[in-house]
Nanobody, 128 residues
Framework: QVQLVESGGGLVQAGGSLTLSCAAS????????MGWFRQAPGKERDIVAAVNWNGVTAYYADSVKGRFTISRDNAKNTVDLQMNSLKPEDTAVYYC?????????????????????WGQGTQVTVSA
């Protein structure tokens, strides 16, 4: 059983930065695709970014390309999402997710249905 715990959310002004962290325990973190999703009120849960097992290959949603960076540390079982130039439309609950036992390109896994384990979410609010 994999457990994921997010941290780092909060309130920030537009143009500011935040870094979200996800700590994983259990399972085989080093052979998983890790993803960050977000869900705004009344909207579906959408992919933000995902990273492959060794951190070399990443996928980004068009809306965050050039502003967000996903990274992982397999020695610490953590995955981070560095968010820069934040906009009010980035406001959402952000979730960390794990897709186990795969060495595939993370772009293959863009649907919430592709992921087996989820964190509880962390709120990010960007004020105008």
């Amino acid at each position: 059983q994999v457990q994921l715990v997010e941290s780092g959310g909060g309130l920030v002004q537009a143009g500011g930065s935040l870094t979200l962290s996800c700590a994983a325990s259990g399972g085989r973190f080093g052979s998983s695709v890790m993803g960050w999703f977000r869900q705004a009120p009344g909207k579906e849960r959408d992919i933000v970014a995902a990273v492959n097992w060794n951190g070399v290959t990443a996928y980004y949603a068009d809306s965050v390309k050039g502003r967000f960076t996903i990274s992982r540390d397999n020695a610490k079982n953590t995955v981070d999402l560095q968010m820069n130039s934040l906009k009010p439309e980035d406001t959402a609950v952000y979730y960390c997710a794990s897709k186990g036992s795969t060495y595939n390109n993370p772009s293959f896994y863009r649907s919430p249905m592709d992921y087996e384990y989820w964190g509880q979410g962390t709120q990010v609010t960007v004020s105008a």
